[in-house]
Structures are given as C-alpha cells and as structure tokens.
Nanobody
Framework: QVQLVESGGGLVQAGGSLRLSCVASGSIFRINAMGWYRQAPGKQRELVAAVTSGGSTNYADSVKGRFTSSRDNAKNTVYLEMNSLKSEDTAVYYC????????????????WGKGTLVTVSS
C-alpha cells in the first residue's frame, strides 16, 4: 500500500519561512510527478508546485519567486521551501504523487497525503 506522509507545517509569522517534506512509501514501481496543493478555508484546493522526475518545476503564480519545490528521487521525497510567507498562504498543504504502484506496471495513479497545516500570522 502506498502512503504519502507530509511534515514541516506549523505557525510562522508573516515574512518567515517553512520547509515542508513529503515521503512516499510502499510498493512503488515509478514516480512521475510529485508536488503540492493547498486548500484555504472556504476555498478550492489549488496547485502550488509540481516537480517532474527530471526535476522540471511548475508553480502557481501566487508563489513564484517565494516558494521552491525539489525532489530527492532516491528517497521518494518532495520538498517545498516557502519563503516570504504571507497571511494568504495560510492553508492545509497536501502532497501528491502521480505514480505506478507495485513491482511493475503502466497505469499511473494519483495518491495524496493527509495534509499539514501552515498558519501565517500577520
């Protein structure tokens, strides 16, 4: 069974920094994309950052220049470095992975972590 577990959330003052981590574990043949979504109270879940297996990245316009996402493929881990945090970054941050489970296969499936809360105080 594949699991994604996030860590690193918490309370930070505006202008501060946090680093989130997410580890994928279980029987995994290959991980394609990994990344982060977030959901603020009363809002829809939105993409924050995505990282391909080759390291290419894609960011939401609202976080460009402030957030950096990277991967350690050997550890099945994705990171989100968040700098210059703003109150509007307050949300539950969810890790996701598009991967092929098992020992072999071709079908890519999406998996999600349970989320970690980031609260930015102004």
């Amino acid at each position: 069974q594949v699991q994604l577990v996030e860590s690193g959330g918490g309370l930070v003052q505006a202008g501060g920094s946090l680093r989130l981590s997410c580890v994928a574990s279980g029987s995994i043949f290959r991980i394609n994309a990994m990344g982060w979504y977030r959901q603020a109270p009363g809002k829809q879940r939105e993409l924050v950052a995505a990282v391909t297996s080759g390291g290419s990245t894609n960011y939401a316009d609202s976080v460009k220049g402030r957030f950096t996402s990277s991967r350690d493929n050997a550890k099945n881990t994705v990171y989100l470095e968040m700098n210059s945090l703003k109150s509007e970054d307050t949300a539950v941050y969810y890790c996701y992975a598009a991967l092929i489970p098992g020992d072999w296969g071709t079908k890519v499936m999406n998996y999600w972590g349970k989320g970690t809360l980031v609260t930015v105080s102004s």
